[in-house]
C-alpha cells in the first residue's frame, strides 16, 4: 500500500480539525481516480467534502485540485488517475474588495 498526501490551504484547515496535510491509503496495484480520493476524504470529514464538491459531487468551481502542476479540470476531471506518492494540493479561490 502507497499514499497520496492531500495539502490543505490554511482557509480549509478547520474543516479537517486543523490539519495542514492529509493522507489516503492507496492500492499500489491499481492508481485510483482523484474522485475516490476525495470520496475518502469526504467520509472521514464531511465538512471539508462539502466544501470541495457540490451535492451533485462535482468539484465546486471556487476549489481547484491540482496533482502537480495540473488542474483536474485540464486532465480526466475527477476520473484523473493518481498513483500512490503523488501530491494533491486543493487550491481555494477567495474573493474580497
Same mark, same amino acid.
Given at each position: 500500500?502507497?499514499?497520496?498526501?492531500?495539502?490543505?490551504?490554511?482557509?480549509?484547515?478547520?474543516?479537517?480539525?486543523?490539519? %495542514?496535510?492529509?493522507?489516503? !491509503? =492507496?492500492?499500489?496495484? @491499481?492508481?485510483?481516480? +482523484? $474522485?475516490?480520493?476525495?470520496?475518502?476524504?469526504?467520509?472521514?470529514?464531511?465538512?471539508?467534502?462539502?466544501?470541495? %464538491?457540490?451535492?451533485?459531487? !462535482? =468539484?465546486?468551481?471556487? @476549489?481547484?485540485?491540482? +496533482? $502537480?502542476?495540473?488542474?483536474?479540470?485540464?486532465?480526466?476531471?475527477?476520473?484523473?488517475?493518481?498513483?500512490?506518492?503523488?501530491?494533491?494540493?486543493?487550491?481555494?479561490?477567495?474573493?474580497?474588495?
Amino acid at each position: 500500500m502507497g499514499e497520496v498526501i492531500v495539502d490543505v490551504p490554511q482557509v480549509l484547515a478547520a474543516s479537517v480539525d486543523g490539519a %495542514r496535510e492529509l493522507r489516503v !491509503e =492507496v492500492d499500489d496495484g @491499481a492508481d485510483p481516480s +482523484i $474522485g475516490a480520493v476525495l470520496d475518502v476524504l469526504a467520509e472521514r470529514h464531511p465538512r471539508f467534502g462539502r466544501k470541495i %464538491r457540490n451535492e451533485l459531487g !462535482e =468539484v465546486r468551481r471556487y @476549489a481547484n485540485v491540482f +496533482i $502537480g502542476q495540473d488542474n483536474i479540470r485540464d486532465l480526466a476531471g475527477q476520473d484523473t488517475p493518481i498513483p500512490a506518492g503523488t501530491r494533491v494540493m486543493i487550491v481555494q479561490s477567495v474573493a474580497g474588495g
